[in-house]
T-cell receptor, first 118, second 113 residues
């Protein structure tokens, strides 16, 4: 149980285009979802936290107008990278929590999406 | 934010126990200790977590020091599939009462056949 999927697994796009990444919890309802970014040989960096039906909370330094997050249902959150540029190339990972994101809860991670912007 | 310190890398022989240390001297009373592992180009995988008492599950054991300033992840019998980067993470209070996992650099575990 507790499976999280991401789609697509990898995407290559031209500079200036927008890319949408989907994150789905397959066998549980995810009240809270998290979006991370990971550059090569680095650790995960939290970008934003989203609760179903409300606006996402972005970490300091993350542009909310560039990284649009929608958490419209309890099983789906999307991250749209708008006007992507080569520096946005990274490994994007989502995670989901089955409850309201309390400290002792486990986060279940998706397999990640590799974005390459040319 | 409470942070963790782990060795950059460790080596172990296959089928032997592995003890992965983690220091978290600034841990608060309500922070949980989480361990995740990550294979290259994959999302992290949950391993174990605890608050004060030692914890066991099918994957590993977590030994937490009495003062909670350090912990050790124990893989009882390492296999080649256990080779990964292991992250020791504290859960901290985030905005709007959501908690956050604060990720450090992790320990790269190398298993020798």
């Amino acid at each position: 149980g507790a499976v999280v999927s991401q789609h697509p697994s990898r995407v290559i796009c031209k500079s200036g285009t927008s890319v949408k990444i989907e994150c789905r919890s397959l066998d549980f309802q995810a009240t809270t979802m998290f979006w991370y970014r990971q550059f090569p040989k680095q650790s995960l960096m939290l970008m934003a936290t989203s609760n179903e039906g409300s606006k996402a909370t972005y970490e300091q330094g993350v542009e909310k107008d560039k990284f649009l997050i929608n958490h419209a249902s309890l099983t789906l959150s999307t991250l749209t990278v708008t006007s992507a540029h080569p520096e946005d190339s990274s490994f994007y990972i989502c995670s989901a929590s089955p409850t309201s994101g309390r400290k002792g809860e486990t986060q279940y991670f998706g397999p990640g999406t590799r974005l390459l912007v040319l | 934010d409470a942070k963790t310190t782990q060795p950059n890398s460790m080596e172990s022989n296959e089928e032997e126990p592995v003890h992965l240390p983690c220091n978290h001297s600034t841990i608060s009373g309500t922070d949980y200790i989480h361990w995740y592992r990550q294979l290259p180009s994959q999302g992290p995988e949950y391993v174990i977590h605890g608050l004060t008492s030692n914890v066991n599950n099918r994957m590993a054991s977590l030994a937490i020091a009495e003062d909670r300033k350090s912990s050790t992840l124990i893989l009882h019998r390492a296999t080649l599939r256990d080779a990964a980067v292991y992250y020791c993470i504290l859960s901290s209070d985030g905005v709007d009462s959501n908690y956050q996992l604060i990720w450090g650099a992790g320990t790269k575990l190398i298993i020798k056949p």
